[in-house]
């Protein structure tokens, strides 16, 4: 069964920084695309970076080039997320979520989100 | 880059059948078939629902289903159900980023 578990959500100061993680287990890990969706409450989903498989290639959201960085670990089938000089507009939920093998941008497993409140 | 285009809300009886448009351009709908569609329940993570345009994942219900037409795809849900209620988002491949795109959400509410 996949599994994908974050953690690491939580009440931070605007400016301040966060590094989510995200857990992965009863697939082969290494051989997918992985993303980072958020949900801002009572919003719509964005797509915040994806990351190649062997953690080369990655792409970011506009809105957070330069304060966010992807990153992933093959040998503990993990995903990561650091935030940094975060923002109001960063509060969601952030999801971990596995691209779907050969569908162009279509998530097909999702974890259970982990919280971000950023405020003073 | 911009969201696609959803109803904010649609509703239906039980039993009867509803449909959700997701209006794009040609850089996304309108010229790939990588259109997929998401269903989420209130404080979960979505479910993915269709893949390239009209697939179903293995377990996903046949009562849900859907096409494209130009630049608008659309989901349909038959024999509207109680547990159908939830917000439904549809996504993109898109040719002007590297990350796709999602629709706005659509509230499905069972009359």
């Known amino acids: 069964e996949v599994q994908l578990v974050e953690s690491g959500g939580d009440l931070v100061q605007p400016g301040g920084s966060l590094r989510l993680s995200c857990e992965a287990s009863?697939?082969?890990?290494?051989?997918?695309?992985m993303s980072w969706i958020r949900q801002a409450p009572g919003k719509g989903l964005e797509r915040v970076a994806n990351?190649?498989?062997?953690?080369?290639?990655?792409y970011y959201v506009d809105s957070v080039k330069g304060r966010f960085t992807i990153s992933r670990d093959n040998t503990e089938n993990s995903l990561y997320l650091q935030m940094n000089d975060l923002r109001a507009e960063d509060t969601a939920v952030y999801f971990c979520a596995r691209r779907q093998l050969g569908a162009a941008d279509t998530s097909d497993f999702w974890g259970q989100g982990t919280l971000v409140t950023v405020s003073s | 880059q911009s969201a696609l285009t959803q109803p904010a809300s649609v509703s239906g009886s039980p039993g009867q059948s509803i449909t959700i448009s997701c209006t794009g351009v040609t850089s996304d709908i309108g010229g790939y078939n990588y259109v997929s569609w998401y269903q989420q329940h209130p404080g979960k993570a979505p479910k993915l629902m269709i893949y390239?345009?009209?697939n179903r994942p293995s377990g996903v219900s046949n009562r849900f289903s859907g096409s494209k037409s130009g630049n608008t795809a659309s989901l349909t849900i038959s024999g509207l159900q109680a547990e159908d209620e939830a917000d439904y988002y549809c996504?993109?491949?898109?040719?002007?980023?590297?990350?796709?795109?999602f629709g706005s959400g659509t509230k499905v509410t069972v009359l």
């Open positions: 009863g697939f082969v890990f290494s051989r997918y695309w």
């Open positions: 390239d345009v009209s």
């Open positions: 990351i190649r498989q062997d953690g080369v290639e990655s």
């Open positions: 996504g993109s491949y898109t040719s002007t980023s590297t990350l796709g795109v």
